[in-house]
């Protein structure tokens, strides 16, 4: 079971948004993914991903940040409603200061530009936006302790309504995108967009409430020391 859609453009610091309805039921081994990635060995990634469960449990929405070919920057979350009975809208936006993971225009995850501290940011690759439904029984779903039950077959996410919100097109004869706005406050609205004190809260509640996992808390998986980045603000990071 392996779907796969690739975008045809190569985007630089927008924002992309895409409506999804997980797969229902038993749903157990499967991983449904929307993300953007650029290519070679030393990619980018930024990841949406949603880990299938069994029936009556709930999904787990796995996000990542991968820069020069090293992720395990990992963060994951039980959402407030059931992702399976309509479309909702997951959303990144993506800036050389920030990027911040929203679902229903709700910001569950912001990850910040730490290269004054040494960690690479992922700014100077142009990427495409991917989507797939992929059997991952062997981690998905507790560790890989639950498989996939292929008696459930087909599987099926939908996706609809896909948009990029963008100023800056990647051209393949220059390392860096170009402004198409003829505006240059609309331009400059996505280089520096952060969050109001608004959408901070609506973070922290999400944060406090939903989140399951958070690589800056993982003590026993750095036991040398949490990564720098988590040191400042690792509820957040």
């Known amino acids: ?17 895409r409506m999804l309805k997980l797969v229902p039921r038993n749903s157990a081994g499967t991983v449904t993914a929307y993300y953007l990635s650029s290519e070679g060995s ?5 990841d ?17 940040v991968y820069s020069q070919g090293k992720g395990d920057k990992e963060q994951q979350f039980y959402l407030w409603f059931d992702p399976t009975a309509d479309f909702h809208t997951y959303s990144i936006l993506w800036n050389p200061q920030r990027i911040i993971f929203s679902v229903d225009d709700t910001p569950i995850r912001e990850f910040n530009n730490s290269e004054s501290i040494g960690v690479p940011f992922p700014k100077k690759q142009p990427m495409r936006i991917y989507s797939s439904l992929w059997n991952a029984d062997n981690w998905a ?59 901070q ?18 003590f026993k998986r750095f036991p040398q020391g949490l990564p720098p980045e ?5 509820s957040t990071t």
């Open 230 to 234: 988590c040191t400042p603000c690792p």
């Open 1 to 17: 079971m392996t779907k796969t859609s690739i975008s045809h453009g190569e985007m630089g610091e927008p924002r992309f948004l």
């Open 141 to 199: 779903t507790r560790g890989g302790l639950v498989k996939t039950d292929w008696t459930q077959a087909p599987f099926e996410a939908s996706y609809r309504n896909f948009s990029v919100e963008s100023d800056c097109v990647w051209s393949s004869e220059s390392s860096s995108c170009t402004s198409v706005s003829s505006s240059s406050s609309t331009s400059d609205q996505w280089i520096s967009q952060d969050l109001n004190t608004i959408n």
């Open 48 to 64: 949406f991903e949603f880990l299938g469960n069994l029936s009556g449990e709930p999904y787990i929405l796995h996000t990542n």
């Open 201 to 218: 809260k609506r973070l922290k509640w999400v944060q406090d409430n939903y989140m399951i996992y958070n690589y800056c808390t993982d």
């Open 42 to 46: 030393m990619w980018d990634e930024i």
